[in-house]
């Protein structure tokens, strides 16, 4: 069973007052490319969260996300704030009025954002981060949501499975279509040499050594046989099934290395055949193996 590198998984918890939600989106990468966005509450779990889920992950362009709503689900902040300290605020702004009017500032100077950085007039609330019980509400979570995130891999790895099957015999039932074009394509060329030499002789006057023209046909013929090829694509085929079933990281590159030796056998044979209609199904076997590499670089 193959897993796609595409996936999402989603679990919440409510602990006090809100609601906290883990969310695992990923695309497909060579590595593991792992974005974390945590609310200010979660920072001090920074390195135990990277470590659950790089342990988990594998491979792709992840991004998880870990933040709080209220129990209605409106989005909070993760902090609490102070209310502002009016009496404060009232003796910052005086004696600023009056500073302003003792240096003659513009009118049009605002006081107002330079007061509320003063930390007397609005200050965070401390945050002493998650609890004990609270972190292990998270684990599970981020557990719940991994599991999630994996189902969902496992569906659309299914999905790519079925295609790369169809996909395989396809090209399987390309490569029994060349048989027939095969011996023909052989005798043809055959015929085509004995009968330009035959000219050739007639034109020249001269005899051909009948024994050394069957020698060099031999060898120009053994040069176009594609039976090697037929035989390396068959098999490689057959690989790229078997690799399908395999578990395991690593499944997705192995794939992708096997369908670049199709590639190869395939090339080959285009090379080899000088006959338009095996031309023709070298072209429709390309076509397929393009869509095969396009997914691979989405399995796991």
Same mark, same amino acid.
């Given at each position: ?88 605020? +009232? ?180 090379? +080899? ?28």
């Amino acid at each position: 069973m193959i897993y796609s590198m595409t996936g999402y998984g989603k679990a919440e918890y409510i602990f006090s007052d809100h609601k906290t939600i883990v969310e695992i989106r990923s695309l497909n990468s060579k590595q593991l490319d792992l974005t974390l966005k945590l609310m200010p509450h979660f920072h001090d779990k920074e390195t135990e969260i990277r470590r659950i889920l790089s342990a988990a992950l594998e491979r792709g362009k992840v991004d998880v996300a870990v933040y709080m709503t209220d129990i209605a689900g409106a989005n909070v902040s993760g902090q609490s704030y102070t209310p502002i300290n009016k009496e404060a605020f +009232k003796y910052y702004y005086h004696e600023l009025c009056a500073l302003k009017e003792e240096l003659h500032m513009p009118e049009t100077t605002d006081l107002i954002p330079a007061i509320m950085r003063i930390p007397d007039v609005l200050r965070v609330a401390a945050d002493n981060g998650i609890s004990d019980e609270e972190w292990v509400m998270l684990q599970a979570a981020l557990t719940e949501a991994i599991e999630a995130f994996t189902a969902f891999r496992k569906q659309e790895g299914a999905a790519l499975e079925a295609m790369f099957t169809e996909k395989l015999d396809g090209i399987s039932a390309l490569l029994a279509e060349v048989e027939p074009f095969e011996k023909n394509r052989v005798e043809n060329i055959r015929l085509s040499l004995v009968k330009n030499l035959d000219k050739l002789a007639e034109e020249t006057k001269q005899q051909v050594d009948k024994n050394r023209l069957e020698a060099e046909l031999i060898y120009y013929l053994e040069k176009l046989d594609i039976t090697e090829e037929k035989v390396r694509l068959t098999n490689h085929i057959k690989y790229f099934r078997e690799t399908m079933s395999a578990v395991g990281a690593g499944v997705g590159k192995k794939l992708g290395f096997i369908a670049q030796e199709m590639g190869r056998e395939i090339n080959t044979l285009g090379s +080899k055949s000088n006959q338009s209609e095996m031309q023709i199904i070298v072209v429709k076997m390309k076509d397929i193996l393009e869509q095969i590499k396009e997914q691979v670089l989405n399995v796991l």
